[in-house]
């Protein structure tokens, strides 16, 4: 699988969880996509691109398990969650839930809009280790009161790894009648994802990460009955439409001005990809090697496992407690020395290691970053035990 990825073969690259990699075939169909708009961009964005675009979200509506009318591509999770938050009505001293593992990016998002509007940002503390999925969802429903209006809540969390058992939030906020915000930017090709039977009012995954499409390919999908009330992000010919469509959902929302937008009509070969390379087996196989070297990992830098470990809080990628006062100088260390891409993560002033392991990784690559840090705290002062 290594030869059909363009990494660079003089490091090991272990951070497939921030941008993804892409193989040759769908950069091959993506340029394509490219060089066709070129030959004619007017006919290719006034008459082909349609078609093209109507054919993508056929082939991720079935991938991700919903009706393609109730989800319109984006460039990432970012301008996704970003257009949910300018069209919530929320008043001054209503409640956003949340935990105090999301990602920093959307973090900030909440920031800026509790600033504006007098909306409070509840960043519900899970305490780690983890113990059990009743754990988490116990500590996390302390954080709910009669203020509560909305619930925005990771799948898989950036800084640690962890899977959230985001369904049985959804259930319970729909019983509650709480809105419900998921940023899945790790999900999709990497756990399974079915959004129906999930059932959010608002779900944002990428394709560019783990499902191995070029980078600026993401989805923000609305339940039905929310999708009259998201205003445009970027106001554009589809408002007020002298043309409208059968949705002026995705009028508002799928027609924002002139963009490279090759990337999502890729949809459909990136899926024919990861069919024909078995992915699921890929996926698997990446698993266990995650599980299998992580306590390996703990006992070198002599921390704590933070949950059991079982698929059911751990995919492609783990996250290791590590003890160090530069993070920056450690990441740079693994990156300039020993030609390892593997992130340091800092979240709510703890250290994290997170590799991702995908089907070009192999042991090997594990035990190049299991001998480095050896190295490391053999020859410097950055890590403490």
Known sequence: ??????????????????????????????????????????????????????????????????????????????????????????????????????????????????????????????????????????????????????????????????????????????ALGITTIIDGAHVPGHIDLDITEMNPDYYTGTLHKWMLAPKGASFLYVRNELQHQLEPLIVSWGYESLMPGESQFLDYHEYQGTNDNSAFLCTPAVIDFLQKNHWKEQSALAKALVLENYPRFCKLLGSQEIAPLTNEFFGQMASVPVQTKNPQALKDLLYDKYKIQVPIMVL?????????????????????????????????????I
């Open 1 to 174: 699988m290594r030869e059909q990825f363009l990494l660079n073969p003089e490091y090991t690259h272990l951070n497939h969880g921030s941008f993804g990699a892409t193989p040759r075939a769908i950069l091959e169909n993506y340029q394509s996509f490219q060089l066709e708009m070129e030959r004619d961009p007017v006919y290719f964005v006034q008459k082909k691109f349609g078609q093209h675009l109507a054919k993508a979200k056929d082939a991720l509506s079935s991938f991700i398990h919903c009706e393609a009318k109730d989800f319109f591509f984006t460039a990432n999770p970012t301008v996704a969650i970003n257009t949910v938050m300018r069209s919530l009505n929320l008043k001054v001293g209503d409640e956003i839930l949340s935990t105090n593992q999301e990602y920093g990016a959307m973090d900030r998002t909440w920031h800026f809009y509790c600033k504006m509007s007098g909306v409070k940002y509840i960043r519900q503390p899970i305490s780690l280790p983890i113990t059990s999925k009743e754990k988490i969802l116990e500590e996390f429903w302390k954080g709910l009161t009669a203020n509560t209006k909305i619930i925005f809540l990771n799948h898989i969390s950036s800084a640690t790894a962890l899977i959230f058992p985001v369904k049985e939030i959804c259930d319970k906020a729909r």
């Open 348 to 384: 709510n002033e703890n250290v994290y290691l997170r590799y991702s392991i995908n089907a070009y990784n192999s042991q090997a690559d594990l035990d190049i970053l299991f001998q480095a840090l050896e190295n490391i705290l053999q020859t410097t002062n950055l890590i403490q």
